[in-house]
């Protein structure tokens, strides 16, 4: 079992429509999580991070995390053709003090005009 | 706020040479940096953890003798791929940390290309 999945898609959806992306983790200690959008060809680039069970939202995005099932979500509502990347999950495994985090392989998210 | 900087964005370089990527956090200290390697359609591999004033961690399977890694203040970190060969082209990112504990964030530079002839 990998440590961090994601569904590597393409997941596919109409402008306008909510995109839902999902990642579980295996390390049920785990307290930090993070989602990470990356363009072809570019670097990723952070979008949000959650610490606690429940939602966080940032505009059109929300971040959902339940730590009971061991896993966390990311809503882009109103998505968007711009909002066409790969999505990265990332987590914080464990409780070890070690900084680094392990990264999901990612869901590519196609938003169709 | 938390942008980070590398240089350089890409470069071509002849097989059995060095060369050097710099890694900069422009508006802030950075403690830890990081550094990742990707290949084309491949999640992000980590290399190794960077501490500043200390050596580098490696991941299991890096070479550290080939990556070399310097952080020498608290804002800039250094790889340097030695003696690099074709299958060392890559896109390579680093990452610089800010933030404690549980709330530490990690904030990517815009990566270097690099390719080995």
């Known amino acids: 079992q990998k440590e961090v999945e994601q569904n590597s898609g393409p997941l596919s959806v109409p402008e306008g429509a909510i995109a839902s992306l999902n990642c579980t983790y295996s390390?049920?200690?785990?307290?930090?999580f993070f989602w990470y959008r990356q363009y072809s060809g570019k670097s990723p680039e952070l979008i949000m991070s959650?610490?606690?069970?429940g939602d966080k939202e940032d505009g059109r995005f929300t971040a959902q995390l339940n730590k009971a099932s061991q896993y966390v979500s990311l809503l882009i509502r109103d998505s968007q053709p711009s909002d066409s990347a790969t999505y990265l999950c990332?987590?914080?495994?464990?409780?070890?003090?070690?900084?680094?985090?392990?990264f999901g392989s990612g869901t590519r998210l196609q938003v169709q005009p | 706020g938390a942008v980070v900087s590398q240089h350089p964005s890409w470069v071509i370089c002849k097989s059995g040479t060095s060369v050097k990527i710099e890694c900069r956090s422009l508006?802030?200290?950075?403690?830890?940096m990081f550094w990742y390697r990707q290949f084309p359609k491949q999640s992000l591999m980590l290399m190794a953890t960077?501490?500043?004033?200390?050596?580098?961690?490696?991941e299991q399977g890096v070479e550290k003798d080939k990556f070399l890694i310097n952080h020498a203040s608290l804002t800039l970190s250094t790889l340097t791929v030695t003696s690099a060969h074709p299958e060392d082209s890559s896109f390579y990112i680093c990452?610089?940390?800010?933030?404690?504990?549980?709330?530490?964030?990690?904030?990517f530079g815009p990566g270097t290309r690099l390719t080995v002839t």
């Open positions: 990452s610089a940390g800010l933030g404690a504990g549980v709330f530490h964030e990690q904030y």
């Open positions: 390390d049920r200690g785990s307290q930090s």
């Open positions: 959650i610490y606690s069970n």
């Open positions: 990332a987590v914080r495994l464990g409780d070890t003090g070690r900084r680094a985090l392990t």
């Open positions: 508006d802030f200290q950075a403690t830890t």
């Open positions: 960077s501490n500043e004033g200390s050596k580098a961690t490696y």
